[in-house]
Structures are given as structure tokens and as C-alpha cells.
């Protein structure tokens, strides 16, 4: 039996030897390229050292458990550097968390201070002065000032490489007044500039804390991050030197799941406490039933477009856009798509803004209308290139799309793209596609309808003076205008705006104070209430 | 044996040079480009272009894997395009959970395969023999994402005993640790069990007929006895090879059981590079992938001489 034992070793030799590798790596951290080894190896006059015993006894923290919160979401972020990453799930963890910007958008909509104690403007919308904070300091020991608010806006300017840093180039100038006082003196009025401070490109970084952003996140924020373990978590502990009021938990553990289904499993598990949102909706049927667990649905900004190329020629004609926005039942759109959750719009405009306007009867659904327009258009029997990104929601959406459109003999061809990379370069980057279904989450993306270089290529020039006009204009100037064009849009069928998406989460007994509204870009964890 | 290993080795050398040419083209040819990805819906050209200009996607293909390859041999990966981090390490961290999971896996097969292939070899012909023939043929026929969806329905869902997912080191908390392995790492085992567990049947039976074994009874040995000191060594030989072949079928299949329990491996790794179109990440990943599936067929070679002295001597 001793011989039979040791062959049997011999044959596990490959499992032994891996095992002996591991034990290797684990003695040494500094062999791991796990970016939390940079974090501990911080000067001792690193604040973030203080927390450094608690992270110990938090190791053992996994999943539901007494101290710390654990939620799912589903987009990993692929680094913590959300300047030259323009994915969504890095502001989602680190913005107002970690990184905290001058002002924020609170649930209902509305511009609300966060280290900017105080704002005020100047009569022509040019002049903005900021009022700080006092006593506020980096996760690196910085104070935050004034200084530090020129640094970041310039910083924004020159080193960030996504598309958002556009917005800070209407900034002339950022004169540091008084340490506790920042004038920003921008180029021409504009009534979207100080809304864009709400996202990522408004948060404030310390001068001496830009060396390593896409592993190491050094802010003023009230969490800390303390493991980013990519593939899996990040980790984040509350800020023990944070200026303002302390977060319910401490410990806020964010997990991300590529399988939608493997999201909603570990909820059913109870291995996490919040799902942030839902990304399998046909698997809701099992939270409903549970007791353990409540539904919360709020509204997104994400609305469901079926977007129109204006660069072809099919889409010239007013009346066959038309058409196909009556020939189109979205009530069964949203029924498939996602699972009878999310709100019927009729325009670009999510009912959380200001100038929102029920426009959902401007073409309501009637097959016959849409076949007579189609006739007196001379497009009967219309082919269309309908590229669609390969997202569960999508998908849905675009099957019953296309079954509807076939009723009134429109042969829409579905054709499946990866999403991103395949549908960003071939539909979004070159423009080739007659038809398409994405969800833009975006705030404020009616503007990309006053631009005529976006992949739906609608250009309006009534439409980009009513904007233009808006930006330039007073509050109640900018409101009407964008009224106006959610409007126009709407009855010049630029696009159809199928629904809006809702905000799907899933909470367990433990948590409350869920933020149900996604506004901004940020998941907003200190308004989190133990129940 | 020096000739032969110098062939092995050229053939192997081949074999990688052959696998980086074929992985970097495959890879150049995928639509979607990696600075376009990064930069996301409101990407204006220029900074397209810009970032292209810093991932070095914008020189020519055989410049670009020239430069691929020449980092190989001295063991640099290059940076990922998506977090700037260097790729060496990062494979390593994600091969050495993988590892942990195929090893595990491999155990779970063994401790399945062993005692249910020897059984129904014995007990061949006879209704225990044909019921366990049976039940490895049903195991080879699911999926293992399959196993791994049903395992976490009804241990996780419904009996709440395990977690569904996720992973923690073992430094950080054995206990935890093992309850996170326990799910993904019967998910692969038990299919794998099922595979082997044929092997070791059909080598047994082999072995039983052997004269050597007649012999030993003969000697006085109990058929248990003869089976265990003579028979077991002996059959041994053709499942080792098959278990090196089977480590890499397993570490494939790790990819796909990694995605359903979320365990951060290399499969893991290998799908989110794609998906952000992180080249030079999937080329390194692809290619160590390659190089232990080699080096695994290496391994057997060796291992097959040392069990077996009469290969050693036909060499």
C-alpha cells in the first residue's frame, strides 16, 4: 500500500509543486503585484496607516457579515484611475467614496455642496467662488486648499485623456484668492459647467497624490481604499481623519461579478448585501418570492435608444423615422427587454430633470399609421442594418424591435456586435450601421443631439442654436431651451427613445437608505443606514 | 536519451514560436481597438489616436511583435494597455489561484477516479461493475459549468451551506479559503473523476489479466493484495500520462468554472483581457497557458520513465 501511496504522490507531483509555489508567494508580498502591498508601504505620516491594525482583524470580513457591508455590482473597474478610464464602474466606486469633488448631485437632482462649503456666481455666469471646506485633508496627509482646486481643474485640462476632460476646457482661468477661496473664471457663460463638476472630472486631487492613480486613490473622501484586488474586490475602510460626518459602515467591501447570474446567486446566498445593480432582470422572479430580501427601483439616467444614422439616406425622410417609432409597441418592449421594470419617455429627457415634459404621445404605437407613412414615403419594403451590442437588455429589445417592424414590412437585420470593443469601433467610431439599440447613461446626453459628429450624426441647426443659446444663457433660458429641443427631437423622430432604464437593486434586511435614484456618476455609500 | 531530449526540446522551442506567431495574429485581426475601448462613448479621434500612440498599437504588426517577442525572452510581458500595470506579475498572481483550483480539482478527480474505476474493473461483468460504468458515463456527459451551476443551485441557493463564489487567499483565512475552493473545485473534479475513473477501469482490467498477477496469486497473495502491490503500480503508468494531459484539459476548463464561481484566476483574467481588448495581457496569458501545456507533456515524458523502468531502458 506504501508503494501504491507514493505513485500516486508521483502522479500529484504538479499539484505539490504548485501548492509549494503559492506557499512561496503568499510568505513574500512584495513578489505579488497586489496593488494593497503599495498602500501599506506608505511614509508612517500616512494617515491611511492608522487603520492599518483594523484592516488586519477586517481580513477576515467576507461577505455578509456583522461589521462590514458587502455589495455586487457587475462592471469590474479595470484600474482606479478614472482620468484616462472611461469606465463607468471606476467613478461608481471612488467618486464622492474616495475622491470627493467641489459639489454633488443629490438624490432629487439638485447641486449640493460637498467640499466647496459654500458657491456663489457671478451675474453673467463667468465667475464662480468657491468657499472651502476648512480643516480638510488628503488620505496622504495634504491639506486640501485652494491650491489644490487649480491643480485639479488644470490637471483635468492637461492630463486627463477621456472624453468628459472636454468639459473643463471652457475654464479660462483658477486663481487660488485666499487658501479657503478658489475663483474660476470661465472662457463664456455656461450653464453646464458647474453640473459637470458634479462628475469625476470635478474631484479633487492632492498635487503630491497623482504619482500611481490607477493602483493607489489618495482623496479627501470618507472611505479609504484598502485592497483592490483585481478580478474581485475593492475593499474600502472609513477615513479616520475624514472632515466631515463618519459613514454607518465601516467597512464596505465592493465585489464584482462578470455573470449576471453568479450577482443574483451570491445575493441568494447571502454572501453580499446589496446587489447595486441588477443586471439579469429575468432573475428578479426570485428576490420577489424571498422575504429576506426587498426590490428597490428608482430611476436611472440611462435612456434606451433606438438610435437612427442620419448620415443614411433611408433616414432623410422625417416620415420613416416616424414610422418606425409608431410601428413600435414599447410597453412590450420594456416587458421583454426588462421584464416589465422601467418608465415609457418620449424624448432624451429621464423625468429626474428639470425640464422634463411627458412627451410619450407624440408617436404613440399604431401599426397602420406607421404602414400609410411608410407608403406615402415611398419606403415600402425597407432593409435595415440593425447592429446591436451583444447586452442581455439589448438584445431583448431588439428581437421584439424587429418582430414589430416586420409587421409593417420592415426587414431589420439583427446583427450581433461585442459589446464594447466591437460595437464601440464599428458602430460608434465608424458610423456603420442604419440602426441601433444602446442604453445612454450619460447625464445630460440630450446635447449629443447638437452634435452632428456623434455616430447618429443628426444634424439640426435649430436644435445646436437652442443648445448653444442654453449654455450660454440663464437658468430659466437653459431650461426652456432644453425643453424645447427634447421636444423638437421627439417630433422630428431624430431617434426612439424606447424607455428609460430603471435602477434595479436588491437589498437584505441589513441595509438601508439606499440611494434608489442613479443620478451622477457615483454609488453613493454615505447615505447607506444600518436597519 | 540526449538525442531524444534535444529533439523534444527543438520541437517544443517550434511549437512556441509557432504559438506566438499564430496567438499575435489572431489577436491583430479581432476587431476593436484597445484605445477606443479605454476611452469610451465620448472619445474624440485625436484622443483615439493619442492613445494608440501610447499603447504603440500605431507602429507596424511585425514591428509590434517583434517587440513582443523579444520582451518574452527576457521574461517582460510588456504593460497592460488598460491598467499600466506589468503583465509578468499579474499572470502570475492569477496563474497561482488557477493553480490552487486545478490542483483541487485533480485531488477531487483522483479521490473519485482511483477507488471507482478500480471497483468497477473488479467487479467487471457483475451488476456493481456495469451500475458504476454507468454513473461515469453520466458524469462525462455534463459540463463541467454545468456541475458548477447545480452545485451552487443546491448547495449555495438553497441549503445556504457554501458561498457562490468569490475567492480569499488562503494566507488571509484558510477556513474561508477552503469553503470558497470546496464548490468550484468539486465543479471540476467530478467531471474530471468521471474521465479518469475510466482510464484506471480499463488499465485495471488490463492489469488483471496480466500473467505477473497471475503469479502473485499463485504466490498466495489475496486478489486484493496482488492488485494493490503488483497490479496498481502497473496500471499506473498509462493514467499518469493521462492525468499530465488531463492538468491541461483542466486548466482550460478552469477558465469557464472560474467565470461561474468568480474566482479571480487567469481565466478570469484571459476573458476580461479580451473584452477590453488588452492584447498584450490575452498574448501573455495565451502563451503561458501553452507553455504549461508543453511543459506539462514534458513532465510526463518524465515521469512515465521513472515509473516504468523498462521504458527507461528503450530509451
Excluded at chain 1, 343 to 356: A, K
Aim: charged content about 25%; aromatic content about 8%; overall charge negative.
Amino acid at each position: 500500500m506504501a508503494r501504491f501511496t507514493r505513485t500516486i504522490l508521483g502522479g500529484l507531483v504538479f499539484a505539490l509543486v504548485l501548492a509549494a509555489c503559492d506557499a512561496g508567494d503568499t510568505v513574500d508580498p512584495d513578489d505579488t503585484a497586489d496593488p494593497a502591498d503599495d498602500v501599506d508601504e506608505e511614509p508612517d505620516d500616512d494617515p491611511a496607516d492608522d487603520t492599518d491594525d483594523v484592516d488586519e482583524d477586517e481580513a477576515d470580513d467576507n461577505g455578509a457579515d456583522v461589521a462590514g457591508l458587502s455589495i455586487g455590482f457587475a462592471a469590474e473597474p479595470a484600474s482606479l484611475d478614472f482620468s484616462t478610464d472611461d469606465g463607468a464602474a471606476i467613478p461608481e466606486a471612488l467618486l464622492v467614496n474616495v475622491y470627493e469633488p467641489l459639489v454633488k448631485i443629490d438624490q432629487d437632482g439638485e447641486i449640493v455642496p460637498v467640499l466647496a462649503e459654500s458657491y456663489e456666481v457671478s451675474d453673467d455666469n463667468t465667475v464662480y467662488d468657491f468657499f472651502l471646506e476648512e480643516g480638510v485633508t488628503f488620505s496622504n496627509g495634504d491639506p486640501f486648499d485652494a491650491e489644490a482646486v487649480a491643480f485639479s481643474i488644470e490637471r483635468v485640462q492637461e492630463d486627463w485623456t477621456i472624453g468628459l476632460a472636454s468639459q473643463m476646457d471652457i475654464v479660462e482661468d483658477v486663481e487660488v484668492v485666499d487658501d479657503l477661496h478658489a475663483r474660476v473664471t470661465l472662457a463664456e457663460p455656461s450653464n453646464n459647467w458647474l453640473f459637470s463638476m458634479t462628475t469625476r472630472i470635478g474631484a479633487m486631487f492632492s498635487p503630491d497624490g497623482v504619482d500611481g492613480l490607477d493602483e493607489e486613490a489618495i482623496g479627501t473622501g470618507p472611505y479609504l481604499v484598502d485592497d483592490f484586488a483585481r478580478g474581485d474586490r475593492i475593499d474600502l475602510v472609513s477615513n479616520e481623519d475624514y472632515w466631515g460626518e463618519a459613514p454607518e459602515f465601516d467597512d464596505v467591501s465592493l465585489r464584482y461579478f462578470a455573470d449576471p447570474n453568479a450577482l443574483n446567486n451570491a445575493m441568494l446566498a447571502d454572501d453580499i448585501d446589496l446587489i447595486g445593480t441588477v443586471q439579469a432582470p429575468e432573475g428578479l422572479s426570485q428576490f420577489e418570492d424571498d422575504d429576506r430580501f426587498e426590490i428597490i427601483e428608482g430611476t436611472s439616467e440611462g435612456q434606451v435608444v433606438l438610435s437612427f444614422n442620419h448620415d443614411r439616406e433611408v433616414f432623410e425622410d422625417q416620415r420613416v423615422r416616424q414610422a418606425i417609432r409608431q410601428a413600435i409597441d414599447r410597453e412590450s418592449v420594456i416587458e421583454t427587454s426588462w421584464g416589465g421594470y422601467g418608465e415609457l419617455i418620449g424624448s432624451m429627457v429621464p423625468p429626474t430633470d428639470p425640464w422634463y415634459e411627458d412627451l410619450t404621445d407624440v408617436h404613440p404605437y399604431d401599426p397602420q399609421a406607421a404602414e400609410a407613412l411608410l407608403e406615402e414615403a415611398g419606403a415600402a419594403d425597407l432593409e435595415l442594418d440593425f447592429r446591436v451590442p451583444n447586452l442581455p437588455y439589448a438584445v431583448n429589445a431588439a428581437q421584439t424591435v424587429q418582430s414589430q417592424l416586420a409587421a409593417v414590412g420592415i426587414d431589420a437585420e439583427i446583427d450581433l456586435l461585442e459589446f464594447p470593443a466591437v460595437w464601440l469601433d464599428e458602430v460608434f467610431t465608424e458610423g456603420d450601421y442604419d440602426m441601433s439599440v444602446i442604453n445612454h447613461v450619460e447625464p445630460r446626453d440630450i446635447a449629443q443631439y447638437g452634435n452632428p459628429d456623434f455616430y447618429w450624426a443628426y444634424d439640426n441647426p435649430e436644435v445646436q442654436d437652442l443648445l448653444a443659446e442654453a449654455d450660454r444663457g440663464d437658468e430659466e433660458t437653459f431650461e426652456e431651451n432644453y425643453r424645447e429641443v427634447a421636444r423638437i427631437i421627439s417630433e422630428d423622430a431624430a431617434s426612439d427613445w424606447l424607455f428609460l432604464a430603471p435602477n434595479l437593486m436588491v437589498a437584505n434586511e441589513r441595509v438601508g437608505g439606499v440611494p434608489e435614484n442613479n443620478v451622477g456618476e457615483m454609488f453613493d455609500l454615505t447615505v447607506l443606514e444600518r436597519t | 536519451m540526449l538525442v531524444q531530449l534535444t529533439k523534444r526540446t527543438l520541437v517544443l522551442l517550434v511549437s512556441l514560436g509557432l504559438a506566438s506567431a499564430m496567438v499575435f495574429w489572431f489577436l491583430s485581426v479581432l476587431p476593436g481597438d484597445p484605445a477606443q475601448v479605454a476611452l469610451g462613448t465620448g472619445a474624440t479621434p485625436e484622443a483615439v489616436a493619442e492613445m494608440q500612440e501610447r499603447f504603440g498599437t500605431d507602429r507596424p504588426l511585425t514591428v509590434q511583435y517583434l517587440d513582443w517577442i523579444g520582451g518574452l525572452f527576457v521574461g517582460d510581458f510588456g504593460v497592460s494597455y488598460v491598467t499600466g500595470a506589468t503583465i509578468g506579475p499579474l499572470i502570475i498572481d492569477r496563474l497561482m489561484v488557477s493553480l490552487w483550483l486545478v490542483g483541487a480539482g485533480m485531488l477531487v478527480a483522483l479521490v473519485i477516479a482511483v477507488p471507482l474505476g478500480t471497483l468497477s474493473a473488479v467487479h467487471h461483468r457483475r451488476p456493481l461493475g456495469t451500475v458504476l460504468a454507468g454513473v461515469s458515463q453520466v458524469g462525462i456527459a455534463i459540463p463541467n459549468f454545468l456541475a458548477g451551476i447545480l452545485l451552487i443551485g443546491l448547495v449555495a441557493v438553497s441549503w445556504r451551506l457554501l458561498p457562490a463564489g468569490g475567492w480569499v487567499p488562503p494566507a488571509q483565512d484558510p477556513i474561508e479559503f477552503l469553503r470558497r475552493l470546496l464548490l468550484p473545485a468539486l465543479a471540476l473534479g467530478i467531471i474530471e473523476g468521471a474521465v479518469l475513473a475510466r482510464y484506471v477501469r480499463s488499465t485495471v482490467l488490463n492489469v488483471l489479466r496480466e500473467d505477473f498477477l497471475r503469479t502473485a496469486r499463485a504466490k498466495g497473495l489475496t486478489p486484493a493484495r496482488a492488485l494493490v502491490r503488483h497490479g496498481l503500480r502497473n496500471a499506473a503508468v498509462p493514467v499518469v500520462t493521462i492525468l499530465g494531459l488531463q492538468l491541461a484539459v483542466l486548466l482550460v476548463g478552469a477558465v469557464v468554472v472560474e467565470r461561474v464561481f468568480v474566482i479571480p484566476g487567469l481565466g478570469s483574467l484571459l476573458l476580461d483581457g479580451v473584452a477590453n481588448r488588452d492584447l498584450l495581457l490575452v498574448q501573455g496569458v495565451v502563451m503561458v497557458l501553452v507553455l504549461a501545456v508543453l511543459v506539462l507533456n514534458y513532465l510526463v515524458d518524465v515521469l512515465y520513465t521513472a515509473l516504468d523502468p523498462r521504458l527507461r531502458a528503450a530509451a
